[in-house]
């Protein structure tokens, strides 16, 4: 099992958003979470992948609990985040912005670069390595954030609203995109989203509501 949530409670002041979630995610599995603003979507899907920590309740990614020692080891080996927000680095070059997160993790290495040329060419920016970032529309900005959420081969895509600042050409190109390339490379996927047709493309489909995740009957 790739993810496995069990009992997930979170706590504002005065708000008890999550209410005891449950979810197990298997290897090369599309999940869509779709609810109302506001219900904690993206509460738990920063839960999910590491980035908050729940008021209660525990969390195991590929068999590894978190703990403070580990947590960021695991989120940068298993985990690959794609925001609505493309969070590029405007003046760094696509290449450069695909590396990114195994410099940060000292890892970058002449075979990365090679692969980080090889995502490119898989989401159709082939011999742009060297563009700046600020050169880039909003669909090909998000094209390379998904080059970057795969650049260190993760087990887990977490993507929130990835297509929800784009048109619907772009955002239907991003939507297939995301989904083979998450199918060819066995990566399990959960997206937030409130793009209907998007989500029902998933192999399965939740809804938030009221702290709690509820199966869709489709």
Known sequence: MILEAKEIHKTFPNVHIL?????????????????????GKSTLLHILGTLDSPTSGTIRICGKTPEPTSVASIRNQHIGFIFQAYHLLEDFT??????????????ASLDAQKHASTLL???GLK?????????????EKQRVAIAR?????????LADEPTGNLDQMHSLEIQRLLLSMAKESSTALIVVT?????????????FLKEGQLYTSNR
Do not use: W, Y
């Open 19 to 39: 209410q005891g979630v449950s979810l197990q995610v298997k290897k090369g599995e599309t999940l869509a979470i779709m609810g109302k603003s506001g219900e």
């Open 94 to 107: 696509l290449l450069e912005n695909i590396l990114m997160p195994l410099k940060i993790g000292r890892v």
């Open 121 to 123: 060419h898989a989401v």
């Open 127 to 139: 011999g742009k390595e060297e563009i700046l970032a600020k050169f880039l529309s909003g669909g």
């Open 149 to 157: 959420a795969l650049i260190h081969k993760p087990d887990l895509i």
């Open 194 to 206: 409130h793009d209907e047709e998007f989500a029902h493309q998933c192999d399965r489909l939740l």
